[in-house]
């Protein structure tokens, strides 16, 4: 291949420790990435998969404040682009800093969808303003759905012929469109970004049962899928959560067999202990604690939402006298009639398993933390445990499609859900969310968790004003013993309004 190598994505700015920083490159061809800031400079061959070309460059001694750098391949200039307005820059924290402002968000459809009963994008919304102010966060949060594999823009359906994508090459060109508007690709280039997935990564309410995941694996096409999916998501989010930002993907995904007569699936997706996908960021004021409880998920057996090592990781490293925030795709927390739901339907499920049960369990979402109760009594015995030494505890998810914060009455635990950046509500589902928050029914719900002996949660939540049901972004900054949180939705002529704070 001939020419001058090219930026595909990117570049985005993932992890930040101290004086280091990843800077996360696709490009068109191999190529050497160099990446400069003051002088800082560091290097790195692109890795090859499937004919994609990806890069983590790590810069060390990078200078305190504000650096401004740019991307050359094989020492051509490819970043900034001409025209680009505001610099990308690098933020490394002054050694005695005690603020940090943590933005976060969840499920977004991307520009390439085109139903014009979407709401605004708040992501897109959120980096035109970033784009004039002083004051960048320190990092951005975005815990699930980046991209919808299971429901493609319209146009590529009519191009591909079916709703989902299957291939690495289709998986990898979603995550372009995702990311490439210009305002959102300016945000991730300047601001450390950290991901994890959920389900519509893969496919809706992936994994959420034994029954749904034997019927996805009757798909022909599941072998592949799945492990696109795993290896997509490694290369183009997970790598650049790593404090090494390691590129090239573990044995559990490269050995993965996708041949029509041996499909034996990637040990990822059959064996949860070895899921590796939570992640710890520490801050100058905040531990934070990124779960995954989608791909780790146990289903056969005692069900749970983390695997053992997961909740074992979770248990030691939550003891804290910091701010402690604990982020994942699903809320804890979830309007308390539809908590009971779920508890109740769990029971339902063991008692009649399969059929009618699990198609009512799959047509109402019943997937969250309280599907598995064992699982939400165990995480809300670590939260308020971690309340002993913490000076605050925050736990914050999306996926639900509507935003709000829940207070509890353990002082000081929250609970702030934020979603979608980008994406829209079915009228019944809005409807249905609506009444599950009504103190009407909280209490007759209630009533029959205990008619029917099944564990209550043994604490109370309620929210501070009434949820949000358009497209949002979060905020939370800690600044010494303080915590202040706030959530945005975006306007219809693309501006931020805030909608709560705590």
């Known amino acids: 291949m001939g020419g001058t190598a090219g930026l595909v ?123 004039g102010t002083r004051r960048l966060p320190d990092l951005l949060l975005l815990i699930g759905d980046q991209i919808y594999a299971d429901e493609l823009p319209s146009a590529w359906q009519q191009r591909l012929g079916r709703s989902h994508v299957v291939t690495f090459a289709e998986y990898a060109a979603l995550y372009r469109d995702a990311w490439s508007e210009p305002d959102v690709r300016w945000l991730l280039s300047t601001v450390p970004t950290y991901m994890i997935f959920d389900d519509h990564e893969v496919a809706d309410d992936w994994n959420s049962s034994a029954a749904s995941v034997a019927a996805a694996r009757r798909d022909p096409h599941w072998p592949e899928r799945i492990t696109a999916a795993f290896e997509s998501y ?144 165990g995480l809300r015995d670590i939260l308020t445990g971690a309340r002993d030494s913490a000076v605050s505890v925050t736990t914050i998810g999306g996926d639900v499609h509507h935003s709000y914060v829940a207070r509890t009455s353990v002082p000081g635990l929250l609970q702030v859900t934020c979603s979608p950046l980008r994406n829209r509500l079915s009228p019944l589902f809005r409807t249905l969310l609506e009444m599950g928050w009504w103190r009407l029914l909280a209490w007759p719900s209630r009533a029959l968790v205990r008619l029917l002996r099944l564990p209550t949660p043994g604490l109370r939540w309620r929210t501070l004003r009434k949820p949000w049901y358009g497209s949002a972004i979060g905020t939370i900054v800690y600044n010494g013993q303080s915590r202040t949180v706030v959530l945005e939705g975006a306007a219809v002529d693309g501006t931020l309004v805030e909608v709560v704070r705590a």
Not at 102 to 116: E, K, L, M, T, V
């Open 9 to 131: 994505l990117g570049p985005i700015l993932r992890r930040v420790t101290d004086d280091t920083a990843i800077i996360w490159v696709q490009t068109d061809r191999p190529a050497v990435v160099t990446v400069t800031a003051g002088p800082a400079t560091g290097s790195a061959s692109t890795h090859a998969l499937h004919d994609h070309h990806f890069a983590c460059v790590r810069l060390e001694n990078l200078p305190p404040g504000q650096t401004p750098y740019e991307v050359t391949l094989d020492g051509a200039l490819a970043w900034p682009v001409p025209d680009a307005g505001a610099p990308s820059v690098i933020r490394v924290a002054a050694p005695d800093a005690t603020e940090v402002e943590i933005a976060f968000g969840s499920c977004r459809q991307g520009p390439a969808y085109d139903d014009p009963r979407l709401p605004p994008d708040a992501l897109a919304a959120y980096a035109r303003r970033a784009r």
């Open 234 to 377: 490694w290369v183009f989010q997970h790598a650049g959560n790593l404090p090494d930002g390691h590129l090239p993907l573990p044995a559990e995904l490269s050995t993965a067999q996708m041949t029509p007569s041996h499909r034996t699936h990637s040990r990822l997706e059959r064996e949860p202990a070895y899921t590796p996908w939570s992640f710890e960021i520490e801050t100058a004021a905040a531990r934070v604690l990124v779960l995954d409880n989608r791909a780790g998920r146990v289903l056969e057996g005692e069900r749970s939402m983390l695997s053992p090592q997961t909740w074992q990781w979770l248990r030691d490293r939550s003891r804290t006298d910091r701010h402690l925030l604990v982020a994942g795709p699903l809320p804890w927390l979830l309007a308390p009639a539809i908590h009971d739901a779920e508890v109740i339907w769990e029971a339902v499920g063991r008692r009649w398993p399969g059929g009618f049960t699990e198609r009512i369990r799959a047509k109402f979402d019943f997937e969250h933390w309280s599907s598995i109760e064992a699982s939400w009594r």
